[in-house]
């Protein structure tokens, strides 16, 4: 069996021998060439250490791993391209994420497959060996029962959470946007958006283009285009129909696309010809399902300026791992305790401006090994966090002054 890649062909056995084994090992930072380094290392002076971190539990963060280290966590239940395989089977997958953390972002991750689909379980496992990392990586859990394992790790949790699948997929889209918008010419704010797609990526992608100001976006499901007159959607669902749809159309793909001028397709749909051709002029289409677009890319370009899919084998791969390296070693250097919206953003931006430099219709985003994108994903992100937590402390400043102010109110009226 072969199976297709940008300049050839890759042998099954290659791919089988590349993964014998595993594809990740713990290479140690501490000399033991001695009995002093030994000593110094293990026993008896990593009792020094241990004590030390007794006293003051923060000390963690200097002397081990664990401030530097990412959980990539999963059940198995919606590996891409793949579907609900499992745990076992979905623990390549994993190890290639943490391959890539390390490689791209010169972080350290440990895959964590669990061997269940329970988020009271599931939860309960991370906040367990929370002690053992400093950030968590979900990974391929299904829809809807993502959107409520994340938000609830994110509460339970006093560290970055982030469901890649989602945010990941979602910054590099906007950040391809921004490119693509700049080759033709037109504000993305102004432009028409159709997600097609609403799981987790798809849900992901609305509320992010939302937030970076863009009006006007319509989503489908497999039944349609959500809006708010549709009883048959779940709460996240429910939630996106409430900010978007304006012109509040209902059908399909047919009614959504016509004169739109942006297609996203996160959904394994194919879009007939016709569809994209009805779209206003100077269109863009990202159709970024795998290992099928949701069109093949030389035909859409027939009718619109920008193409861009999720795959290796043509123009404008426009992938999460453009964007989570970054992410984790900005949130870790900076001491981040969540993923905020200001940080997506900014990751967004970052990525947008490493392409600017040499945007055209096939370059809207830098290539994912570009080494220029994780730094600049990794400062913009740390920015963001360290000015988001100083609007934490002066709104919570500015909160206890105002209390304050209240109760010395209160006491001057009891004494008088």
């Not at 713990?26 to 250490?49: K, M, Q």
């Not at 239940?77 to 994420?97: F, H, I, R, S, Y």
């Not at 499901?221 to 900010?243: C, F, H, L, Q, Y």
Request: proline residues 5%; hydrophobic residues 45%.
């Amino acid at each position: 069996m072969t199976f297709a890649n940008t300049a050839t062909e890759i042998q099954e056995s290659e791919i089988f021998s590349a993964h014998k084994g595993g594809k990740i090992c713990i290479e140690t930072t501490a000399e033991l060439n001695d009995p002093h380094s030994l000593a110094v290392a293990y026993t008896p002076g990593v009792a020094a250490v241990s004590q030390a971190i007794a006293a003051q539990p923060a000390l963690a963060e200097r002397y081990t791993w664990a401030s530097r280290l990412v959980a990539v966590v999963t059940d198995g239940t919606a590996v891409l391209g793949l579907g609900d395989v499992g745990p076992a089977a979905a623990l390549p997958v994993m190890e290639g994420k943490a391959v890539l953390l390390k490689r791209l972002g010169g972080v350290d991750a440990i895959p964590l497959v669990l061997d269940t689909t329970d988020n009271d379980e599931i939860i309960e496992t991370l906040v367990r060996l929370r002690p053992s990392y400093g950030a968590v990586s979900l990974e391929d859990v299904a829809a809807p029962r993502c959107f409520e394992l994340e938000r609830r790790l994110v509460e339970a949790l006093d560290c970055p959470v982030m469901h890649d699948d989602q945010h990941g997929t979602a910054i590099a889209v906007l950040a391809a946007l921004r490119g693509a918008c700049a080759v033709v010419e037109r504000p993305l704010q102004d432009r028409r958006v159709v997600v097609s797609g609403a799981g987790a990526a798809g849900l992901a992608c609305a509320r992010i283009l939302l937030a970076a100001g863009v009006s006007d976006v319509t989503v489908l499901d497999s039944r349609g285009i959500i809006n708010r007159g549709r009883p048959d959607m779940n709460t996240a669902k429910t939630e996106v129909a409430e900010r978007t749809n304006p012109r509040s159309l209902s059908g399909g793909l047919a009614e959504a696309i016509r004169g739109a001028d942006v297609f996203v397709g996160l959904s394994s749909s194919q879009v007939p010809e016709h569809l994209i051709a009805a779209m206003a002029p100077d269109g863009i289409v990202l159709a970024l399902s795998n290992p099928h677009p949701e069109i093949a890319p030389h035909v859409a370009a027939r009718h619109v300026a920008v193409v861009g899919t999720g795959g290796s084998d043509f123009p404008n791969q426009v992938i999460n791992m453009l964007a989570s390296p970054g992410m984790y070693r900005g949130a870790l250097d900076a001491g981040a305790r969540r993923i905020t919206e200001h940080m997506k953003l900014a990751a967004a931006q970052a990525i947008a401006e490493v392409a600017a430099g040499d945007l055209s219709a096939d370059r809207i985003v830098p290539h994912s090994l570009d080494s220029r994108v994780m730094p600049a994903v990794a400062n913009a992100v740390a920015r963001a966090a360290i000015e988001d937590s100083t609007r934490s402390l002066v709104s919570r400043s500015a909160a206890f002054s105002k209390a304050e102010q209240r109760y010395d109110h209160t006491t001057s009226e009891h004494e008088g």
